[in-house]
């Protein structure tokens, strides 16, 4: 749980987020308050609820990622959820229930990274014993097996292969046939767990070895049955749930499947208005979880939701549609910037590429005119724009080594300036 103040939050929202202010407000205050919840004794802390968030706003404008970033900021788990999924044919009111086992399974993954760190020292050196012993076997005397741990850290050893033996890993679960629900799902590592665990023989390098030693080595030395339970903890009192959609999950008078519709809210209710959720890993309590709902509300507004869903979406924002001007922001401003990113991976091939700011310019500037004319899908459309104009070097860095390439207006428009004037090419292209 980050201590950080809201202001303090807010401004590290902004190294990644343009604009948007009311919604970082919002997210903002609302962590705080769970920190000051946190802050508080005996029974007043129970009764404090989290003050759940509805937020309004076109598509692409930064809903998720306002979310998404607060959650990696605290460290909380995050999940993010299509409210309309649970309209789709063959789903009964009970999956709602499967939120919170998904994100008992991101605390999970969450919590081990982090107890990771604190063994790491430890972890480090049962890799380097397990490394030697594969390069000169479990029988080689102490002297031989001190001088190649030598050769080992001075990096000598680095490019041979070895074959280690580590935990089958991956996301390796399944469903019980005929039990969802209260079973869930199972990983297959925890259900051999009994028979020694899953392992299997790998051929790396050295230098390749230690990441995956060092991960195996790390969950010997963690105790699984606390870091579950300090993980259902986090979820209770730092989960993090995004409803997106939640506005197409709205009754409308007259229309066909309203019903289904209003159900899904019925089902979400006491989800958000707090229960217990029966998990694998022991019973949830759902009632300190923050739940951010977010939907464009072009149709439906959100005094159609069931007035107890409503109630306890108390903190409303609007977010605005971006500007031509936040195009360019986001383009450039940001720590990881679009921008950024393509220099950086560009540089990997030792190809420079240089934007100039009438390149950025020009690149707002198609991202805007194809919003207009096709579809408004927000900042996602930069990154459609983006992909096209450097589709070309994209493919032939590989053979421009040593090059640098100027990305300007006249750049842009050369790759994609026909293609945004043409509303029928934009639809399939940008
Ligand atoms: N204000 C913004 N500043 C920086 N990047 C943004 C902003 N808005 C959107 N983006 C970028 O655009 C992409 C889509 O944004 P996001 O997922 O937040 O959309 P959204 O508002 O949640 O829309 P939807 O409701 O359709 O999911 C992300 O990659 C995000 O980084």
């Known amino acids: 749980m980050t201590d950080l103040s809201p202001r303090e939050i807010v401004s590290e929202l902004d190294r990644h987020i343009v604009g948007q202010r009311d919604a970082k407000r919002a997210v903002a205050i609302a962590l705080r308050n769970r920190w000051r919840r946190l802050q508080l004794q005996g029974h007043l802390r129970e009764e404090v609820q989290p003050k759940n968030i509805l937020m309004i706003g076109p598509t692409g404008v930064g809903k998720t990622e306002i979310s998404r970033r607060l959650a990696k900021l605290a460290n909380a788990p995050f999940l993010k959820v299509e409210a309309t999924k649970f309209t789709e044919v063959g789903y009964v009111g009970r999956d709602v229930e499967q939120i919170v086992r998904d994100l008992v399974e991101v605390a999970i993954g969450l919590t081990r990274e982090q107890k990771r760190k604190d063994v790491q020292a430890k972890a ?43 935990a089958a890993s991956g996301p ?85 499947g309203d019903v289904s519709r209003e159900g899904v809210q019925r089902d979400l209710l006491p989800l958000i208005e707090g229960t217990t959720v ?80 009438d390149g950025i310019d020009a690149l707002a500037d198609v991202a805007v005119e194809v919003n207009s004319t096709v579809e408004n899908i927000g900042a996602r459309r930069l990154q459609t724009v983006m992909e096209r104009v450097l589709d070309e070097i994209s493919f032939t860095a590989a053979d421009m080594g040593g090059q640098t390439v100027t990305v300007d207006g006249a750049y842009v428009r050369k790759y994609v300036g026909d293609l945004a004037k043409n509303a029928d090419l934009s639809r399939f292209i940008l």
């Open 124 to 166: 480090h050196m049962a890799a380097e014993e397990r490394v030697l012993t594969a390069l000169v076997g479990a029988t080689a005397s102490p002297a031989t097996r001190e001088s190649f741990r030598k050769k080992l850290r001075d990096g000598d050893m680095d490019d041979k292969e070895i074959e280690i033996e580590v």
């Open 172 to 256: 390796a679960a399944m469903e019980i046939p005929g039990m969802p629900g209260q079973v869930g799902m199972i990983s297959l590592g925890e259900m051999f767990k009994g028979l020694g665990g899953q392992k299997k023989t790998r051929r790396v390098t050295v230098k390749d070895s230690y990441e995956q030693l060092i991960a195996d080595e790390s969950d010997k030395l963690l105790d699984q049955e606390s870091l579950v339970a300090e993980a259902v903890r986090t979820v209770e009192n730092a989960g993090i749930v995004f409803l997106d959609e939640i506005d197409k999950i709205c009754a409308r008078e007259g229309r066909a």
């Open 278 to 357: 029966a998990t694998k890993h022991g019973p949830v309590k759902t009632d300190h979880i923050l739940f951010i709902a977010s939907g464009a509300f072009h149709v439906a507004k959100p005094s159609d939701l069931l007035p107890e869903l409503q109630g306890r979406l108390p903190i409303r924002v609007e977010l605005n549609a971006l500007t031509r001007e936040d195009f360019v922001r986001i383009l450039d401003d940001t720590e990881a910037s679009l921008v950024k990113q393509y220099v950086a991976l560009l540089a990997t091939e030792n190809v420079t590429l240089a934007f100039t700011p």
